[in-house]
């Protein structure tokens, strides 16, 4: 069902509207400290990342692979094709919390093991789901990150974007 684009929001000092991104997408190089934790254990933590920035969506980061705990992730069922960068791989991630139990979240994180040309930079990269059924945390810099709405697409929601980010009833034909 098309919906026809929403009204930006207004973009403060030291924020980015997503509706300044571009289609297709940009990959660009991201200094800032990018962590990931599951079950309150550090499961991938960089400054040596990037991201993807596509209008509507927040920003997808994505991991260097020696940046992320070995072991932690195992190959997962299904897949799926982005237009934009190629064939994505699936990673389930397991860990063992404070507790002593074993903490799964199924699904939890993709990359592309053959990027497209202009992706090429992110082969073997890993991008994190955040929060709902994965029960991961994301931080930017230190600052907690939100999932990107819907449950659907990666994008993680810092203080310093703004929307309406695709993701929300209604916001398939964006």
């Known amino acids: 069902m098309f919906s026809p684009r929403p009204t930006p929001d207004a973009a403060g000092p030291g924020q980015e509207s997503v509706w300044d991104y571009p289609r297709p997408p940009r ?27 596509e209008t509507s969506h927040p920003p997808t980061y994505y991991f260097p692979p020696d940046d992320v705990t070995a072991g932690v992730l195992r190959p997962a069922g299904g897949g799926s094709v982005c237009e934009w960068k190629g064939v994505a791989a699936y990673f389930d991630a397991v860990v063992t919390a404070d507790d002593g139990s074993e903490v799964a979240a199924d699904g939890v994180a993709w990359g592309y093991p053959r ?60």
């Open 27 to 53: 990959l660009e190089r991201v200094e800032k400290r990018l962590e990931v934790r599951l079950a309150g254990v550090t499961i991938a933590d960089t400054t040596a990342g990037y991201r993807t920035l």
């Open 115 to 174: 990027p497209t040309g202009p992706f090429a930079a992110i082969a073997d990269f890993v991008a994190f789901y955040l929060g709902g059924r994965f029960g991961t945390e994301g931080f930017v810099d230190g600052v907690p990150a939100e999932p990107q709405p819907g449950g659907f697409y990666g994008g993680w929601v810092t203080p310093d974007v703004v929307g309406p980010f695709k993701g929300w009833p209604g916001s398939l034909g964006w």
